[in-house]
């Protein structure tokens, strides 16, 4: 077989059991890795919000802003302990974020790198944990107070907790609007941020 004749992309494309896995992985993915996240008040909310303002940068479809609203107005009262996100609530936005994504990535309004820098933080906090779980004989799925939010919780307030694993998606997003910076640098920052909260909290 000469393998300088495979094309990579047009064996995804055409294969249509590989999109029908490769999609629910990737959705799959999505929905553990916000509920993961929703560890602590506002963290999730917050999130979602700096997300949907990176759609509304990149789109400029006043929908977003009206999620952006709604979303400021749930973190108020998730603040106070009024409301908190379910699992439908869970499935619901990551099934908007997923459609949105796959809808503008094809009209060629947002790169997959770009959106992939966008989801990171929250899916590299997941896979830590399904790694750490399976080298201790535990189930992946099965919960524990190892997330990230879990780890600062001892030394920093809520509020803080917040702020500490939302800024690197705060950067993230400027990083992705910031023409002549690669969009490799994002996910190389995501990654040394992250890795620097683990060691020093474990210093601490």
Request: net charge neutral; aromatic share 22%.
């Amino acid at each position: 077989m000469n393998f300088d004749n495979i094309n990579l992309q047009d064996f995804i494309y055409q294969n249509f059991y590989f999109i029908i896995f490769f999609t629910s992985f990737c959705f799959i993915a999505l929905v553990n890795a916000l509920n993961f996240y929703d560890g602590i008040n506002n963290q999730l909310s917050n999130y979602l919000i700096i997300l949907f303002l990176f759609f509304f940068i990149e789109t400029t479809n006043y929908l977003f802003l009206i999620l952006i609203i709604v979303l400021l107005i749930f973190s108020i009262f998730n603040f106070k302990n009024k409301v908190f996100f379910g699992s439908a609530s869970i499935y619901l936005v990551a099934f908007l974020i997923f459609n949105f994504s796959i809808f503008y990535h094809n009209e060629n309004i947002i790169d997959a790198d770009e959106i992939f820098i966008m989801l990171f933080y929250p899916g590299l906090d997941m896979v830590r944990l399904f790694f750490f779980r399976i080298l201790r004989n535990k189930s992946p799925f099965k919960g524990d107070r190892n997330h990230i939010h879990h780890i600062l919780e001892p030394k920093y307030s809520q509020i803080k907790i917040v702020w500490i694993n939302n800024i690197p998606i705060i950067i993230s997003l400027i990083i992705t609007q910031i023409n002549f910076i690669d969009n490799l640098y994002g996910i190389i920052f995501v990654i040394l941020y992250y890795t620097m909260i683990l060691g020093l909290e474990k210093k601490s």
